[in-house]
Each structure stands twice: as C-alpha cells, then as structure tokens.
C-alpha cells in the first residue's frame, strides 16, 4: 500500500538557517504529493503539492520538488523565521485517502 | 481555497456521556469525508472514511459502535463520541476531498479538541 516515510526527530535551528525535511514514499501509480503544516491547536494546512514528476510546489518561502526516481518530495527553505514553527507532514494521495508522514516538529530559535 | 469547518473546536464532557463532533464543507460538496485521531507529539491516524449516504469505512481497531459516524449530507458529517472515558480524550480532525476530486488535495477542519474528566 501507499505509505510516507520522514525523518526521525525534531528540527530545531536558528532564525535565518536552511531548512530541510526529507520525505520518501512508496506507491503505485503516480500520486499526488502535498505537505501540511500544523500550527498548534490547530488543524492541517496546505503548505504546497506537486501532482506530477519533477514539479516543484513553492509558498511562502517554502519548495519541494517530486522526484520519481528517488520517490522523494524534501521540503526546503532558504531562511526560516520564527514564525515558522510549527509541525510539517509529508503526505500522498492515493486509493482515495492521504498518507501521512509522521510529521516534524520544526522549532526556530530567534 | 475550500473550507471545511469544524465544531466545536474544544469540548469537555463528563465520562460515560456522548459528544458529538460536526464538520461540514462550506463551499463544495463532499461524498467522502475522513476522520482522523491524532495524539499529542504524533501524527494523524486515520479512524474512518465517511461516505454520504451509506454506512462508514472504518480502520482496523476502531470500534464502530464508539465512534459513530453519519454523513446525511453532501456538505456534513458527524462523529458522536458514545459513552466517552478519559482515554478518548485527544484531537479529532476531519477532511473532505472535494466531490469528483478524490486523490486530490484534501481539506481540513480546524480540529476538536475533546478532554474527558
């Protein structure tokens, strides 16, 4: 089945710092990709989606680029801002439900 | 972008009483709706599928008969909560793919957060 796998653990780094979040998946056919961020006490929010090989998806600041030949959508910025914290899940469409990730929790010190 | 909104967006109940939870789709129609578990520190855990006029999809380990879940309309789906006990008590968050747009983005209610004493 559909599955998405992150990386293990919390984010936390500096106001203005790179941030990357990798995310693998495994599926057949050929899915949409979103990722969501959760702010607390909060539900999900669309963060960007790609629905096809090599479409990069951008919003504020944020990128992601579905590449089929490493089935990865890793989410980057350029300079993170505090405002930024919050919990980022990499998800899939497909068989008519999302797969998620296990989410990141990204913690960005001023 | 679509809306969907939840209600309430917090509640505390009394164990062994009901709550129910609504999520309705303001500006599109939705014959599927999803309803998720999430527990602190972790990520969603997918409960049911709704489906408008016909009886839910549930995942393995969900006892139907505690979350009931109706979807009468194209826009609203609920989930009662019956005789509820302290380790109910978590977020629940709804979704809905716009009608014709499974596979789709998916939008999300608000979340409710729902402490049994």
């Given amino acids: 089945g559909n599955s998405v796998t992150q990386m293990e653990g919390p984010v936390t780094l500096s106001e203005e710092a790179f941030l990357t979040i990798n995310c693998t998946y495994t599926a057949t056919g050929y899915p949409s990709l979103f990722w969501y961020v959760q702010y607390p006490g909060e539900g999900l929010q669309l963060l960007l989606k790609a629905t096809k090989a090599d479409d990069k998806g951008s919003n504020k600041g944020f990128e992601a680029t579905y590449r089929k030949e490493t089935t990865s959508f890793h989410l980057e910025k350029g300079s993170v801002q505090v405002s930024d914290s919050a919990v980022y899940f990499c998800a899939l469409a497909g068989n008519n439900r999302l797969a998620f990730g296990k989410g990141n929790q990204v913690v960005v010190i001023p | ?117």
């Fill in chain 2, 1 to 117: 972008g679509a809306v969907v909104s939840q209600h309430p967006s917090w509640v505390i109940c009394k164990s062994g009483t009901s709550v129910k939870i609504e999520c309705r789709s303001l500006d599109f129609q939705a014959t599927t709706m999803f309803w998720y578990r999430q527990f602190p520190k972790q990520s969603l855990m997918l409960m049911a599928t709704s489906n408008e006029g016909s009886k839910a999809t549930y995942e393995q380990g969900v006892e139907k008969d505690k979350f009931l879940i109706n979807h009468a309309s194209l826009t609203l789906s609920t989930l009662t909560v019956t005789s509820a006990h302290p380790e109910d008590s978590s977020f629940y968050i709804c979704s809905a793919f716009p009608f014709g747009q499974l596979n789709t983005e998916a939008f999300f209610g608000q979340g409710t957060r729902l402490t049994v004493v």
